[in-house]
């Protein structure tokens, strides 16, 4: 079975440019978490979504990031204007929490975006 | 809130030695642990859990064991390999949420 996939792997861009991450999740997985990493933060979590809503958005930076689920099987993250601190690795993971209390995340390999 | 703790990393060791990376936790409900391991360029991956106090999650020859009194999750192998090299994450999930909690990661590098 194919994993979470995400696109690009990797991503150049100048600051001020407009960058969008994709996502397609695991068929049948009903919860969907983007994460971004950094050496000086770690694992942070940007946003859930819970049956293509968005539940849960405290951890997006600020109004220049948006996150949206069209479907249950695409997301994307958006970020206009990109800057140099926006540059990390961002993760993408779907889970099926409703049915198994242990709810597994399964992860993308991730995007890595570098804004000059 | 609910957090985790784990030992600072890097780690250095040699083919064969023995390997702990210490994680403890904080947490108002009964959690479930977890030990996620991030090979270089890849995503997080699960390498074990325990749902309940007492439970012991074992993968790959690491194991860990939910220890409630001490509120602990330490992951341990007898024999590490090269292969193992990459940051080892401790989280949990407290039941009835979404939300995971991650530690910072511990690099583990294991010479040859």
């Known amino acids: 079975d194919a994993g979470v996939i995400q696109s690009p792997r990797h991503e150049v861009t100048e600051m001020g440019q407009e960058v969008t991450l994709r996502c397609k999740p695991i068929?049948?997985?009903?919860?969907l978490f983007w994460y971004r990493q950094t050496m000086m933060r770690g694992l942070e979590l940007l946003i859930y979504?819970?049956?293509?809503?968005?539940?849960?958005d405290s951890g997006m930076p600020e109004d220049r990031f948006s996150a949206k689920m069209p479907n249950a099987s695409f997301s994307t993250l958006k970020i206009q204007p990109s800057e140099p601190r926006d540059s990390a690795v961002y993760f993408c993971?779907?889970?099926?929490?409703?049915?198994?209390?242990?709810?597994?995340?399964?992860f993308g390999e991730g995007s890595r975006l570098t804004v000059l | 809130g609910d957090s985790v703790t784990q030992m600072e990393g890097p780690v250095t060791l040699s083919e064969e030695a023995f390997l702990t990376i210490n994680c403890t936790y904080t947490?108002?409900?009964?959690?479930?642990l977890f030990w996620y391991v991030q090979y270089p360029g890849e995503g997080l991956q699960l390498l074990l859990k325990?749902?309940?106090?007492?439970d012991k999650g074992s993968n790959k020859g690491f194991e860990a064991t939910y220890r409630k009194e001490t509120t602990s999750f330490h992951l341990e192998k007898g024999s590490v390999q090269v292969s193992d090299s990459a940051v080892y994450f401790c989280?949990?999930?407290?039941?009835?949420?979404?939300?995971?909690?991650f530690g910072t990661g511990t690099r583990l590098k294991v010479l040859a």
């Open positions: 325990a749902t309940k106090a007492d």
């Open positions: 068929s049948g997985h009903n919860s």
């Open positions: 979504f819970n049956n293509n809503v968005p539940i849960d």
């Open positions: 989280a949990l999930r407290t039941s009835g949420t979404y939300k995971y909690i």
């Open positions: 947490a108002t409900g009964y959690p479930s």
């Open positions: 993971a779907s889970s099926s929490l409703a049915g198994e209390v242990t709810g597994e995340l399964f």
